[in-house]
């Protein structure tokens, strides 16, 4: 069983880019959540995404969008860069909606210059 | 007001010390409460979900209070390998969606 794998793990950007993010959720895993884990703080929802539709969007601008694929894979997208988005970035998987636990992936570290 | 808070640690505390984890959350709508452990530059990790009657996993135990929201971990006999980060989370509803709402976290440091 192949569990939930990020890309790239790491990343440096400038202020104003934009950057795209990418998970591959656990097989069987049809939602796919996005986590923004600050350095020394507790990981914060940005969205949510099941059956490739956005359902449910936690207090981030909407320069933070997203998509989910028919696979169920997701991509998260952050325009005109700020140095605050400096974070961890962490996708977590479920078999449905949260129901039945989340697997996480390994993250995707992006730092802003 | 945070929905999940923690103490703000840092916690050290020599091998073999017993440690306790408290937590409050601010939704009594919320239904689910977890323990996750997050070592450095990794993923978070379920360490254990939490009940009402209290729930014990080895050296680890987790209690809930529903009536004062309030949430805790004890970890016995601490190990070494016990150093880390541990979140408190909760599970809320969103927009009908679930989320998991996480705590700032506690760090962990056992010194031998």
Redesign the interface.
């Given at each position: 069983e192949t569990g939930v794998t990020q890309s790239p793990t790491h990343l440096i950007k400038t202020r104003g880019q934009q950057v795209t993010l990418r998970c591959s959720s656990q097989s069987g895993h049809n939602t796919v959540?996005w986590?923004q884990q600050a350095l020394?703080?507790?990981?914060?929802?940005i969205f949510?995404y099941?059956r490739e539709e956005e359902?449910?969007?936690?207090n981030f601008p909407p320069r933070f969008s997203g998509l989910q694929f028919p696979n169920y894979s997701s991509e998260l997208n952050v325009n005109a860069l700020e140095l605050d988005d400096s974070a961890l970035y962490?996708c977590?998987s479920?078999p449905g909606?949260?129901?039945g636990?989340?697997t996480?992936?390994?993250?995707t570290?992006l730092t802003v210059v | 007001r945070k929905e999940?808070e923690q103490d703000p640690g840092p916690f050290n505390v020599p091998e073999g010390a017993t440690v306790a984890f408290n937590c409050t959350y601010s939704n009594s709508a919320s239904q689910s409460f977890f323990w996750y452990r997050q070592d450095c530059?990794?993923?978070?990790?379920?360490l254990m979900s939490v009940y009402s009657s209290g729930n014990e996993d080895g050296r680890f135990t987790a209690q809930l209070n529903r009536a004062s929201q309030y949430i805790s971990l004890l970890i016995r006999d601490s190990k070494l390998s016990d150093s880390a980060t541990y979140?408190c989370v909760v599970?809320a509803l969103?927009?009908?969606?679930?989320?998991?709402?996480?705590?700032?976290?506690t760090r962990l440091t056992i010194n031998p």
């Amino acid at each position: 069983e192949t569990g939930v794998t990020q890309s790239p793990t790491h990343l440096i950007k400038t202020r104003g880019q934009q950057v795209t993010l990418r998970c591959s959720s656990q097989s069987g895993h049809n939602t796919v959540s996005w986590y923004q884990q600050a350095l020394g703080q507790g990981p914060q929802f940005i969205f949510q995404y099941y059956r490739e539709e956005e359902n449910g969007r936690g207090n981030f601008p909407p320069r933070f969008s997203g998509l989910q694929f028919p696979n169920y894979s997701s991509e998260l997208n952050v325009n005109a860069l700020e140095l605050d988005d400096s974070a961890l970035y962490l996708c977590a998987s479920s078999p449905g909606q949260g129901r039945g636990g989340y697997t996480f992936g390994s993250g995707t570290r992006l730092t802003v210059v | 007001r945070k929905e999940v808070e923690q103490d703000p640690g840092p916690f050290n505390v020599p091998e073999g010390a017993t440690v306790a984890f408290n937590c409050t959350y601010s939704n009594s709508a919320s239904q689910s409460f977890f323990w996750y452990r997050q070592d450095c530059r990794k993923e978070p990790k379920l360490l254990m979900s939490v009940y009402s009657s209290g729930n014990e996993d080895g050296r680890f135990t987790a209690q809930l209070n529903r009536a004062s929201q309030y949430i805790s971990l004890l970890i016995r006999d601490s190990k070494l390998s016990d150093s880390a980060t541990y979140l408190c989370v909760v599970n809320a509803l969103i927009q009908g969606a679930q989320k998991l709402v996480f705590g700032q976290g506690t760090r962990l440091t056992i010194n031998p």
